[in-house]
Nanobody, 119 residues
Framework: QVQLQESGPGLVKPSQTLSVTCSVSGASITKNSDIDWVWIRQPPGKGLEWIGVLDYVGATYSSPSLKSRTSISRDTAKNQFSLHLRSVTPDDTAVYYC??????????WGQGTQVTVSS
């Protein structure tokens, strides 16, 4: 079965880069044109926020509000993709999720990883 697992730093300092990696098992991130690989976050007490997406050929798209600070990369040998959010502030504190995106919306999600940006 398809499973996604996030790993992250737990704590980062303001102005640093927040990096989170999603390990995918049960599906290849390179071989299905109908599937995208997505980053979402949920700040404390707030709703879900879409961050960006990676498609099967490695093209990336990011939220306009975060685009200038966001990079998404992949390691095809490890079947992993990663989020890099630069110049973070306490407002970037959130649970960060990876998920599989399909035509109808988001399917399989990882469990999420808490990342706190200290003040």
């Amino acid at each position: 079965q398809v499973q996604l697992q996030e790993s992250g730093p737990g704590l980062v300092k303001p102005s640093q880069t927040l990096s989170v990696t999603c390990s995918v098992s049960g599906a290849s991130i390179t071989k299905n044109s109908d599937i995208d690989w997505v980053w979402i976050r949920q700040p404390p007490g707030k709703g879900l926020e879409w961050i960006g997406v990676l498609d099967y050929v490695g093209a990336t798209y990011s939220s306009p509000s975060l685009k200038s600070r966001t990079s998404i990369s992949r390691d095809t040998a490890k079947n992993q993709f990663s989020l890099h959010l630069r110049s973070v502030t306490p407002d970037d504190t959130a649970v960060y999720y990876c998920a599989r995106g399909e035509d109808y919306g988001l399917g399989i999600w990882g469990q999420g990883t808490q990342v706190t940006v200290s003040s």
